[in-house]
């Protein structure tokens, strides 16, 4: 099954950081349970902020970034549980909330039994990422103080493509985006997996490219090699496109800058092996040029058993 929410990049960062968050906080919650607390992850900020000292409601939601609603919510709670109270203020026009006795008791046991058990496997989680992911969250949070999505996004232009050359850290698209068609359509085979598995061995190293191409918003979103098959000749092949960039052209744009690559390389032979099944892209080939050749079915095809099509670029 497709991730739809990580396939769609920067576009689904805050659902999927909200998909985050929630995994997060269900290991959290059970967490309370083991510790006998009767209490929700949502409800940990204003404990946290509440064993400072007495706060306004205001106070308590700033101090976790949550709406005054929400923590008003939450202090209704709190009070339900004999864990917070009403407090005086010498500004009659605020209500200042305390922590009870029970409370106190309460956020003390939290703070040995429940943060540190929770810290612990957050860092263990956090260990395995390069860099300081929070420090990193902290940067999103400044930025979307700065400016919302929404004003962002209305500054922003129409949708633009780019085409992004290869390294090794793109080596993980480049499979990831054709292991994803193909298993779609058909079934991975030797030779697939040996170019997905090695690009830089099998493609860049012979002489060969990869190129992938990224969508504004939507991050990389299709990918295609050069593979260098004898002096002067070449296979386009491992041209694949994710379907959240359906209708922007990207497979287009992708295939005229990988038949410029091509030139740009001395190719004098172009051809590609596919499948009759794949309509939509037979069109896009035959539109920019490739013409059905049976001397290529006949030299190339044995490579792949799905193989029925095979196609000779004459030039648009």
């Known amino acids: 099954m497709i991730d739809v ?51 306004t409601v205001g106070q308590l939601a700033e ?43 309460m956020a003390l046991r939290i703070a040995t039994e429940v943060w540190p058990r929770v810290g612990a496997a957050a860092e263990e ?4 990422v390069e860099g300081d992911f ?46 994803e068609w193909i298993e779609s359509m058909f079934a991975m085979e030797k030779a697939d997996r040996e170019i997905l598995e090695h690009p830089q061995e099998r493609i860049i190293d012979p002489g060969g490219d990869i190129l992938f191409v990224e969508a504004a918003g939507l991050g990389i979103v299709g990918t295609c090699a050069l593979l260098k098959t004898g002096p002067g000749t070449f296979e386009l092949t491992k041209m694949g496109v994710r379907e959240c960039a359906r209708g922007l052209k990207a497979g287009e744009f992708l295939l005229a800058g990988m038949i410029d690559r091509a030139r740009e390389l001395g190719a004098q032979k172009l051809y590609l092996l596919t499948n009759s099944k794949c309509a939509p892209a037979i ?29 000779l670029y004459k030039g648009a």
């Open 5 to 55: 929410v990580a396939q769609m990049g920067p576009a689904f960062l805050g659902s999927r950081l909200k998909r985050l968050g929630e995994r997060m906080q269900a290991g959290a919650a059970s967490v309370l349970t083991d510790a006998g607390v009767p209490l929700q992850p949502g409800h940990m900020t204003a404990m946290a902020a509440l064993r400072t000292g007495p706060k």
């Open 63 to 105: 101090a976790s970034g949550t709406s005054q609603p929400g923590m008003t919510r939450t202090v209704g709670h709190l009070k339900k549980l004999g864990l917070a109270t009403d407090e005086a203020c010498a500004d009659q026009r605020s209500r200042m909330i305390a922590l009870t006795e029970r409370g106190q008791s």
């Open 125 to 128: 989680i956090l260990a395995r």
């Open 134 to 179: 929070l420090h990193h969250l902290a940067i999103i949070e400044d930025a979307l103080a700065e400016a919302s999505i929404a004003e962002r996004a209305a500054r922003t232009g129409p949708q633009t493509l780019t085409l992004r050359e290869y390294t090794p850290a793109l080596a993980r698209e480049f499979h990831d985006i054709n292991r």
């Open 283 to 311: 069109h896009l080939y035959e539109k920019l040029g490739f013409e059905h050749d049976r001397g290529i079915l006949d030299a190339y095809a044995a490579r792949y058993e799905r193989c029925d099509v095979a196609m």
